[in-house]
T-cell receptor, first 116, second 117 residues
Framework: GAVVSQHPSWVICKSGTSVKIECRSL??????MFWYRQFPKQSLMLMAT?????????EQGVEKDKFLINHASLTLSTLTVTSAHPEDSSFYIC????????????FGQGTRLTVV | AQKITQTQPGMFVQEKEAVTLDCTYD???????LFWYKQPSSGEMIFLIY??????QNATEGRYSLNFQKARKSANLVISASQLGDSAMYFC??????????????FGTGTQLKVEL
């Protein structure tokens, strides 16, 4: 079964509104989670590293104020797309590696965001 | 410089045949991990197989095996006895470093595999 749960799986929102995406590790604690974005027919690109209890680390070119990340507990990280615009429409997916098993990195189901 | 290269944007294979998906990588680290994921049209990323840089034997997981050639920096995925359900996008990914917990992954551009009758 799934070990990382992501919600919602899809969302449509109006331009200018904010959308929150949740990523939960189901049976393990994840002090670190990763957020990726995937445009249609492209690869996954790392956006940021979510760190429990501290600030997220963003990749170059990713706007911190646009993509707010909160990792308030050992099992939950959230990504909020603020003031969404059509160009933010994409597939967002999180990853939460299990420390005891670093040979695997599990992903959530992904969230397909459409901004209209 | 691109760290993960998948040169096959699309591949066709007949059902029950074997297929090899190519992946080359570039890193200056001595310790790293290589992953293969399957992404069906639903979008989920399904972990298939892992190869550590210090693993002497090629990794195998059921019908999946990884042909790891360290000197050539290649980590090709071999799928044996292809099934229609194998049709999906396949991504090769690399983690630099071997610290527990998994560092961030760098992905290749993917190979779209289509299994035909």
């Amino acid at each position: 079964g799934a070990v990382v749960s992501q919600h919602p799986s899809w969302v449509i929102c109006k331009s200018g509104t904010s959308v929150k995406i949740e990523c939960r590790s189901l049976d393990f604690q994840a002090t670190t989670m990763f957020w990726y974005r995937q445009f249609p027919k492209q690869s996954l690109m790392l956006m940021a590293t979510s760190n429990e209890g501290s600030k997220a680390t963003y990749e170059q070119g990713v706007e911190k104020d646009k993509f707010l990340i909160n990792h308030a507990s050992l099992t939950l990280s959230t990504l909020t797309v603020t003031s969404a615009h059509p160009e933010d429409s994409s597939f967002y997916i999180c990853s939460a590696p299990r420390k005891a098993r670093d040979t695997e990195a599990f992903f959530g189901q992904g969230t397909r965001l459409t901004v209209v | 410089a691109q760290k993960i290269t998948q040169t096959q944007p699309g591949m066709f294979v007949q059902e029950k045949e074997a297929v090899t998906l190519d992946c080359t990588y570039d890193t200056s680290d001595q310790s790293y991990g290589l992953f293969w994921y399957k992404q069906p049209s639903s979008g989920e990323m399904i972990f298939l197989i892992y190869q550590g840089s210090y693993d002497e034997q090629n990794a195998t997981e059921g019908r999946y095996s990884l042909n790891f050639q360290k000197a050539r920096k290649s980590a090709n995925l071999v799928i044996s006895a292809s099934q229609l359900g194998d049709s999906a996008m396949y991504f090769c990914a690399m983690r630099e470093g071997m610290t527990g917990g998994g560092n961030k992954l760098t992905f290749g551009t993917g190979t779209q595999l289509k299994v035909e009758l």
